[in-house]
C-alpha cells in the first residue's frame, strides 16, 4: 500500500523520544512501565527451527526474529534500550555491551577481524581508551595524531579513526565534520560519552560510529554500568557477532535501568549544563583558579586548572563527592592525573594537554549556590563542616 503523505508520522523531537523510543508497544502489550526480561535462556522446543535461526546469525549478525534463544545472543529488555538510543543518536542501530570499554573492544575487534588493524587517533582520550590503544592489548595498532595529521595517517590496514569531543579531560572540542571529511572511507568513531545527543549528534556531523560510556549520562544516577555504540545496520550486524562471541553482554537490569534514564536525558542535561555554565565562569573570574576549561557547546563538566594543591581542592570538598567518573544527577570531582587518566603515561598526559594542576568537575542537579559554596570553600583549602553521617547501612557497603 502506498503511504499517503498525511499517514506519515512526523519525526518527533528528542524530548519526546526520549520518553517514547523504545515502548510504542507497551500500551498494546497493556503494561506502562517496561518489563524486564532476567530469562538468560529459552523454550526451544523445535531444534530445526532453532538451528535454522542460528545459521541465519551467524551468516548475517541480524537480530534473531521471534523470541531469544539465549541471554548472550539476545535480550528484549536491552534491545529497548538499543532501539532507543539509536533513535536519539539519528542511527540505524544500536548495540550494547557491558560497559564502554567492552563497547570499544568489540569494534576495535570489528574491524581487526577484517584485517584493519591499525587505528588513528587524537588525544586526549579517556584514560583507559588511550590505554587499550596504546598497549595494543586486542592487536591493534596506533598512530597519536593532531587533528591536521589524520589524512596523511592514514594506511590502507586503517579500520578507524577515533575522538572525543568534548574530551575526557579537558574538554577539547574537534570540528567533527572536518574531521570527518579527512577520513576520507576511513570511518571516525566518535565518543559521545560528555555531549550526549541532547547536545551534539556525531552521525550528522559525518562521523560514522558513537561511542557511549553509558555509565554516565545516559544512566545518570551512577547505579549501573554499561556501554553503547550507535551505528548502521551492517556494523551493528558485526558488532552482535562479536558480542555473542565475547561474551561483553549488557545485563537486562542494567538494559532497564538505561532506558529509564534516558527519559529524563534531556532534562537533566540541560539542567546540569545551565549550572555548569555558571560555575565556569565564576571559576573564570577567580584568582585562584589558572583556567577553566569549558567547552563552547556547553555541556555538564567543566574542567579547571588550580593555582595551588589540586590535592587539597579533592580533599576539602564536603557536598560535592571527590570520585572518578560523571555524569550522575550528584556532582564529583576528581584529578585526572591520579585516577582516569592515571594509567597513561606521564608524557602521553602532557602531550594531550593533562596538566597536573587540572581538576574535572562532573556537575549535578544541585543548587548552584551551593555548589559554589563547597567549591569556594574547597579552594582556599577551609573546608566546611562535613554533615553527620547517619550510621545506619555501612555494614551494608
Ligand atoms: N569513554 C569515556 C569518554 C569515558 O569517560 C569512559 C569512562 O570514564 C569510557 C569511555 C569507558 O566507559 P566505562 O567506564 O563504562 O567502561
Known sequence: METTPSAVTPPRALATEAVHAGREDLAALGVHATPLDLSTTYPSADSRAEAARLDEFA??????????????????????FEEALARLEGA??????????????????????AGLRHVVAVRPLYGCSDHLLN?????????????AG???AIRPDTGLVMVESPANPTLAELDLRALAHSCGTVPLLADNTFATPVLQ??????ARVVLHSATKYLGGHGDVLGG????????????????FATGGVLHPLAGYLLLRGLSTLPVRVRAQSATAAELARRLGEDPRVRRVHYPRLGGAMVAFEVVDDPHEVIASVRLITPAVSLGSVDSLIQHPGSISHRIVDERDRRSGGISDRLLRMSVGLEDVEDLWSDLDAALSGRPRERAATPAVGTAAR
Open 150 to 152: 589524520i589524512e596523511e
Open 135 to 147: 598497549s595494543g592489548l586486542l592487536g591493534t595498532e596506533v598512530t597519536w595524531v593532531d587533528p
Open 92 to 113: 540505524e542501530a544500536a548495540v550494547a555491551f557491558a560497559s564502554g570499554m567492552a563497547a570499544l573492544s568489540a569494534m576495535l575487534l570489528v574491524r581487526a577481524s
Open 228 to 243: 553503547v555504540i550507535a551505528c548502521d545496520e551492517a556494523t551493528a550486524r558485526q558488532l552482535r557477532q562479536i558480542r
Open 201 to 206: 549528534r556525531p552521525l550528522e556531523s559525518g
Open 59 to 80: 551468516a548475517t549478525g541480524a537480530r534473531l526474529s521471534g523470541p531469544p534463544v539465549y541471554g548472550r545472543l539476545d535480550n528484549p529488555t536491552v534491545a529497548r
